[in-house]
């Protein structure tokens, strides 16, 4: 099993920064790709970036160019550096890991979700 904590979401003003943080832990080794997603009431779960094993990353077209997501393996944790954010990324983020169990097959994990709440 997989276990990721978000931290590091908040209030901020529009314009102002945030970097999220999302600790794995358990059979941590395991992990392939991860990423950020993000969920407001009433709606889907979005991909906001994702980000494989040897540093590949992808982005919402939303977010290109302010977000920069990156991954220390030694660490286990993987980052979403916000910047230049905006009322409408307010959002619960969710940090996701896809990993491989004893039988070779693939799992996911999620966090419990970190609050973020930007301010115009």
């Known amino acids: 099993q997989v276990q990721l904590v978000e931290s590091g979401g908040g209030l901020v003003q529009a314009g102002g920064s945030l970097r999220l943080s999302c600790a794995a832990s358990?059979?941590?080794?395991?992990?392939?790709?991860m990423g950020w997603y993000r969920q407001t009431p009433g709606k889907q779960r979005d991909m906001v970036a994702t980000?494989?094993?040897?540093?590949?990353?992808a982005y919402a077209d939303s977010v290109k160019g302010r977000f920069t997501i990156s991954r220390d393996n030694a660490k286990n944790t993987m980052y979403l550096q916000m910047n230049s954010l905006k009322p409408e990324d307010t959002a619960v983020y969710y940090c996701?890991?896809?990993?491989?169990?004893?039988?070779?097959?693939?799992?996911?994990?999620w966090g419990q979700g970190t609050q973020v709440t930007v301010s115009s």
């Open positions: 358990g059979s941590a080794s395991s992990i392939n790709d």
């Open positions: 996701n890991a896809a990993w491989k169990n004893a039988l070779g097959w693939v799992r996911y994990s």
């Open positions: 980000i494989t094993t040897s540093g590949t990353t």
